[in-house]
């Protein structure tokens, strides 16, 4: 049976020693010892659950959670869990990128002032729920605390009366205004306040 030492395994999985000893002394790895030499023997079964610590690490788990894991035979369910949980944080970051896209795209090619004509898709608004307004304005401190999103992306649908409604971002599934796909003219302008 193979054998590995503490540098070997540090080189496989490009780790200090330090952490490996860390995870020896917490009793996450429980490797045999040299009675001449005094150093650590680690199995093929060691390096197997080294490598599990290690991905657990990665995806958040502590120490502690990871000895309890362990200690489990079937690992399938927390890996589907933390998989679920890796997805959801990439959809949220490629979320990201696509606000950054726009806010570069808006900074560089978005004339302020001057109306422009743009070919938009089917828009569906949902309302703004009135505890969340404040004398008709998005009061961010309860938005934020009820997770709404996207209040970047406010919309004002002016009534004919001059009164308008405050929207966000709905669904096709679930909306309270829909802007009919078409060709637009747009106006890109800078405010001092949501009032303005």
Known sequence: ??????????????????????????QLLLPLKDEVSGYYIFSETDLYKLYQVITFRKIGYSIKSIKELLLQNDHANTFKIAEQ??????????????????????QTNTPLNEIYFCEKGN????????NLLAEGHVNLSVATKNELVQLENVYYIINRNSSYVSYIVGQADNYDYKLASGTYACKDVLVKDEKS
Do not use: G, W
Not at 6 to 19: D, P
Not at 86 to 103: R, W
């Open 1 to 26: 049976m193979q054998t590995y030492s503490v540098s070997e395994l540090a080189r496989i999985f490009k780790i200090t020693k330090y952490t490996i000893r860390h995870y020896v002394d917490e």
């Open 85 to 106: 949980k890796i997805q959801d944080q990439i959809d949220e970051l490629v979320q990201i990128k696509h606000s950054i896209q726009e806010i570069i795209q808006a």
């Open 123 to 130: 828009q569906f608004l949902k309302k703004i729920p009135a």
